[in-house]
């Protein structure tokens, strides 16, 4: 059974900087993209990010572009996202999101149950 | 930057057929996919490259893809089916989602 469990959110000043971090388990960790996807309260889904399953490729939503970064380790069956100057409406729900193949493009088929992000001062 | 639009809600009574639209720019050369998302649970897929779907998702469950517009049909809708409704594209290895549809069954 694939799981992804999410960690790292938490309260945080506007402009500081914040890790998420995702483990996953259950399937073959290199073999996927992975994604961050996430919800304001009360809002939509917004794709944030991906990167291929043997980190070659990135791609970041434009609202982030410049001020997140996604990474892997393989090894670790791991996944990060360091966010930094951070916004108040960056303030969501951020899902880790599996891909079903190993670059972008296709169907996200597993999710995590979120981590919290607050951007307030 | 790619733009999917859908209506905010939709009705439809027990029983009967729901229609969710999403439109985009000619959004029928790429595939859409649509997740379903109940109150405080994450999102679930139900349909993927337009008209397929996955294991374990209902046959009332369909979809289309033509033009500007993909349609998710629930055929026979139930209680159950009441939920968030998204559509999803994707555009130069970048993603994007429509803004959700609210599905009232009543």
């Known amino acids: 059974e694939v799981q992804l469990v999410e960690s790292g959110g938490g309260l945080v000043q506007p402009g500081r900087s914040l890790r998420l971090s995702c483990a996953g388990s259950?399937?073959?960790?290199?073999?996927?993209?992975m994604h961050w996807v996430r919800q304001a309260p009360g809002k939509g889904l917004e794709w944030v990010s991906y990167?291929?399953?043997?980190?070659?490729?990135?791609g970041y939503a434009d609202s982030v572009k410049g001020r997140f970064t996604i990474s892997r380790d393989n090894a670790k069956n791991s996944l990060s996202l360091q966010m930094n100057s951070l916004r108040a409406d960056d303030t969501a729900l951020y899902y880790c999101v599996k891909g079903t193949i190993a670059v972008a493009g296709e169907r996200f088929d597993s999710w995590g149950q979120g981590t919290l992000v607050t951007v307030s001062s | 930057s790619y733009e999917l639009t859908q209506p905010p809600s939709v009705s439809v009574s027990p029983g009967q057929t729901a229609s969710i639209t999403c439109s985009g720019d000619k959004l029928g050369d790429r595939y859409a996919y649509w997740y379903q998302q109940k109150p405080d649970q994450s999102p679930v897929l139900v349909i993927y490259q337009d008209t397929k779907r996955p294991s374990g998702i209902p046959e009332r469950f369909s979809g289309s893809n033509s033009g500007n517009t993909a349609t998710l049909t629930i055929s026979g809708t139930q209680a159950m089916d009441e939920a968030d409704y998204y559509c999803?594209?994707?555009?130069?290895?970048?993603?994007?989602f429509g803004g959700g549809t609210k599905l009232t069954v009543l």
């Open positions: 999803q594209a994707w555009a130069s290895s970048t993603g994007f």
């Open positions: 259950g399937f073959t960790f290199d073999d996927y993209a």
């Open positions: 990167i291929s399953g043997n980190s070659a490729k990135t």
